[in-house]
């Protein structure tokens, strides 16, 4: 019998060609997709982390309020002693602190005077040791384009759009004019050691990287820091984890009557991301569902017009006095094979257009001229592991679903009109 069903497969294409390439279709589509919503959600998310969010964060309460606005007078200081007990009792996490400023960058000429300037966000980090975790976090090296980076004092890198803009070169000189921590007027030199390009807009359009300790300097926050982020040392984030961790520092630190009292939050509480993080979660399950119920009314439409063209061999064998439940189930197990066949396919389709996407990636950065969104304009899926096997469930029992709602006809079939066929 087996042999005999294969046969009518191979003979009739289309018993089996065109719910293969519909099932393959199905499969393509449920690999590719998952791949690729799993690319960009993490890579929003990953960004957001290492930029800006943290996997934690540490900042006062009155900061967190109006964190937009960069509100220095409102961050946190004692950071060094924060820092020593946070390492005491996190030793497995990297404690990274963060200024964040805003102000105009002004390129003198050789007069002195303003030979360019534009609104500058800054950023200062731990730049010049060479052993900084911030270098590799943020990507530094591969990101640079000219120059090298700041190996001294006052030296800065700035995005190469900027610099571009600015009409300024390597080794000049830049004055920061902006506010200190205590609301006076703030005015330091700093020299350009290099320029940087990370394929994000809003980051590549009006960014400066300074070391923390100059910006400390210039703004008037000895000891002082916008924020503190932590990270796991395997840079995998955890949500319930860190979840714990926020929790256990605000049982110890955080005073809701102090407002600059440091508070800590996880990655998920900050900007709607752990509605993302949720959704990249259920994604895969979402995508399989709207997918099976789709190709079961497809795959059981063909079914049904399949079942009419095979009246006559139903009819015969049912003659034959073979039971209709054995013809069932001869016509489940021929959707058993169309569906290992169609998923082996499309998973394989799916996996080749998801590893083109991996790698070489779609540029949006046309699409994102005004976008204010931390998101890199090269947008890359992500294939896992599951990315292998998520399309194999539905492919098949989409298959065997279509099947067993149109099979249901061969028990309908009357042995009465069995002669009335036969004679057609």
Known sequence: MIKFLLKGLLRDRSRSLFPILMVSAGVFLTVFLYSYMRGILGDMVDVSARFDTGQVKIMTRAYKELA??????????????????????????????????????????????????????????????????????????KSLVRGKLPENKDEILISEAFAEKLGVNIGET?????????????????????????????????????????????????DGASEILGFTKDMVYDDASMIKVAREFNQKYSNQNDEFAPLMLSLGEQGGLRDILQMASTLGSIIVTIFIFVMSVVLWNAGLMNGIRRYGEI??????????????????????????????????????????????????????????????????????????YIGFLPGLFASVLGTMF???????????????????
């Open 406 to 424: 149109a099979g249901i006809g061969v028990y309908k079939r009357q042995t009465s009109q069995l002669f009335k066929e036969l004679e057609v």
């Open 68 to 141: 937009d606005q960069l509100p220095n007078d409102l961050a946190l200081l004692g950071v060094n002693d924060l820092l020593a007990q946070l390492k005491k009792n996190k030793p497995a996490m990297l404690w990274l602190p963060r200024i964040k400023f805003g102000g105009l960058l002004d390129i003198p000429d050789k007069k002195g005077e303003s030979r360019s300037q534009g609104p500058v966000f800054g950023l200062g980090i731990n730049l010049r040791d060479p052993d900084s975790p911030e270098i590799k976090l943020l990507n530094l090296k």
């Open 315 to 388: 009819g015969v064998r049912l003659a034959m006095g073979e039971p209709k439940g054995d013809i069932y189930r001869s016509l489940i197990l021929e959707s058993v094979g169309i569906g290992i066949a169609g998923s082996l396919l499309g998973t394989a389709i799916g996996l080749v257009a998801s590893y083109w996407l991996q790698y070489v990636g779609l540029d949006i950065s046309k699409m994102l001229q005004k976008s204010n969104i931390l998101i890199p304009s090269v947008i890359r899926a992500r294939v896992t592991e599951t990315s292998y």
């Open 174 to 222: 830049a004055t920061l004019l902006g506010s200190t921590m205590y609301g006076s007027m703030a005015m330091y030199n700093f020299k350009i050691a290099g320029t940087v390009r990370f394929g994000m807009l809003i980051i590549d359009r009006s960014t400066i990287f300074a070391d923390i300790n100059d910006v400390r300097l210039a703004l008037d926050m000895a």
